[in-house]
């Protein structure tokens, strides 16, 4: 069964929207709390170790029982059905989309089955150091050499669960410019480094020519039959890996049906594996698991992913606000952003409808932030008392892993407070009116009881089903990304260029002007 093909503007629950948002347009949530002792406790969703409080958002219980009519009528549950069956749902490529099936224990594909099984006898040989490197020593370091979905989920994973590391350091080579493998080499001792080169496609010219580099490099101090021992591949392309000289054993597959962004899950996790052991791999996975059966099954009024989802609907197709600001209080968090803007903006940022029409409404939200309390004094200035309207997700964690509990409790109160000024503000005092914060900024904090990796899973999985849910209204393929695909023809044109300096194929007049200086 395809996803059902409904323009969202054309239910009868958008249109009551509109009329609603018209009563709401100049809402006052702090009335909203004088007219309702128990809206803390309404507008909230308690789930394993998460609570995620919406009430300082500008919504009624009618806003939300309006939502969740737009939700049934876009037909989202069976959207969702035929997403976690494996229908062909991202059709524009012809692929199921399943990264929820890597993370399905009682139900597991034999392939997926077998994918776990290599990467936990890989990374235990790492550990227990029977996996040595080409001069017998163990290995230390892994490089993770991969861009966009097989970059962002690996680092922003490693760096958060670094508590859980197992002594191995871990890069990551991801920018073609050639500092980042320059620099990346001058921390690395060949004898002990791994390299994993993970490529969905293993065509990404700035995949392919940082592991050419790197191979090079590796080579020249040491030798070529070496290379087996150091590099392994991470690729839906065996002919592609093997031409690059790596060898089939040390290859590790992945499917088509894992959206790169969503393909952190699968081998191209290898390196987090390799950092946190694979008990926590699979612990991870089975935290995303949870939140991938409370998506599918709890009631959408009690849902999480559908209920910020329907949220960032609200804000963005009848408020008109364009952004959503992340800050999760949480150093070891420092990564989400990034990994969010890919699996977000990516997703969703697209103006062709499932019935391939030209959309006229607002779609794809831009996604942006910093962790706390860092962003408090850069640009919180801007939220507080700036003129665009900004909804922003706190994200915050009850206990530390580290146990530093003063740092801690200035951390979390800081984090309350940020949500509780936001929407509180302060009057202005006579002729001082630039100390004015008219509050009524909308916040929703998403509180979780510990970074761990099984609270980690759930709460990727959370933002993943979200992007899915909004993708499913605005009535667009969520799971391709043409819009990437331009850029890199282009390039290819101008590369020529500077290659056999000859400006003639360059067609654009700015482009050839820029083009001059830069052979200057
Ligand atoms: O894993 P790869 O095939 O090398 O792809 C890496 C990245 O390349 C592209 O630009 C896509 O837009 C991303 O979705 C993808 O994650």
Redesign the pocket.
């Known amino acids: 069964m395809p996803l059902p093909k409904i323009d969202p503007t054309s239910t009868k629950a958008w249109k009551a929207l509109q009329t609603h948002f018209n009563e709401m347009r100049e809402v006052d949530v702090r009335d909203l709390f004088a007219e309702n002792p128990a809206r803390a406790t309404d507008f909230s969703i308690s789930w394993n170790d998460f609570f995620v409080d919406i009430s300082k958002n500008r919504i009624t219980p009618k806003t939300r029982e309006l939502l969740l009519q737009l939700a049934d009528e876009v037909a989202l549950k069976s959207a969702i059905e035929a997403q976690f069956q494996g229908e062909k749902i991202n059709e524009t490529e012809d692929r199921a989309v399943l990264h929820t099936a890597l993370r399905d224990f009682s139900n597991m594909k034999p392939e997926v089955a077998e994918g776990l099984q290599k990467m936990k006898a890989f990374s235990e040989a790492i550990h227990n150091k029977t996996y040595k490197g080409y001069t017998g020593k163990p290995i230390d370091t892994v490089v993770n050499i ?5 970059h962002l989920g690996p680092e922003m994973v490693c760096t958060a669960l670094q508590d859980y590391n197992k002594g191995i350091n871990v890069h990551f080579i991801s920018n073609i410019d050639g500092d980042a493998v320059a620099r990346t080499l001058q921390q690395v001792d060949p004898e002990t480094t791994l390299f994993i080169v ?7 010219q700035e ?1 392919l020519t940082n592991a050419h580099t790197v191979k090079d490099w590796f080579v020249d101090r040491t030798n070529k039959t070496a290379v087996a021992q150091h590099f392994i591949a991470v690729s839906t392309n065996p002919e592609e890996v093997a031409a690059f000289g790596i060898l089939a054993q040390n290859t590790f597959a992945m499917w088509d049906w894992v ?3 969503f393909s952190l899950w699968s081998a191209v996790g290898l390196s987090i594996c390799c950092a946190i052991g694979y008990t926590n791999f699979e612990t991870m996975l089975k935290g995303a698991h949870g939140m991938d059966q409370h998506f599918a099954t709890a009631p959408f009024s009690e849902n999480i992913p559908v209920a910020l989802a329907m949220l960032s609907i609200w804000y963005n197709n009848f408020y008109g606000f364009e952004t959503e600001a992340i800050i999760p209080y949480s150093e070891a968090l420092n990564k989400l952003v990034p990994y969010l803007q ?1 699996a977000v903006m ?1 997703s969703n940022g697209k103006q062709i409808d499932r019935n391939g029409n030209l959309v006229d409404y607002q779609t794809g939200t831009i996604v942006w932030g910093a962790t706390g309390t860092n962003a408090q004094h850069a640009f919180f200035q801007l939220l507080h008392q700036g003129t665009k309207r900004i909804p922003t997700d706190f994200i915050c964690v009850s206990q530390s892993n580290h146990g530093l509990q003063e740092h801690h409790d200035i951390l979390v109160a800081n984090c309350l407070a940020q949500s509780e000024a936001l929407l509180e503000g302060k009057p202005a005092k006579s002729g001082e009116p630039y100390r004015t914060f008219k509050g009524n900024k909308p916040t929703t904090t998403i509180l979780i009881e510990k970074l761990t990796p099984k609270n980690l899973g759930s709460l990727i999985a959370l933002y993943e089903h979200k992007t899915f849910v909004q993708g499913v209204v605005w009535n667009m393929y969520s799971y391709d ?1 043409w819009g ?1 695909e331009l850029g890199k023809s282009v390039a290819k044109t101008i590369l020529q260029a500077i290659r056999e300096k000859d400006e003639s194929v360059l067609q654009n007049k700015s482009t050839r002007a820029i083009f001059k200086k830069v052979k200057k």
Do not use: A, L, N, P
């Open positions: 991969g861009i966009g979905g097989s993970v490529s969905k496609t293993f065509t990404t995949t959206g790169g962004r890919q990516e990304q990437v």
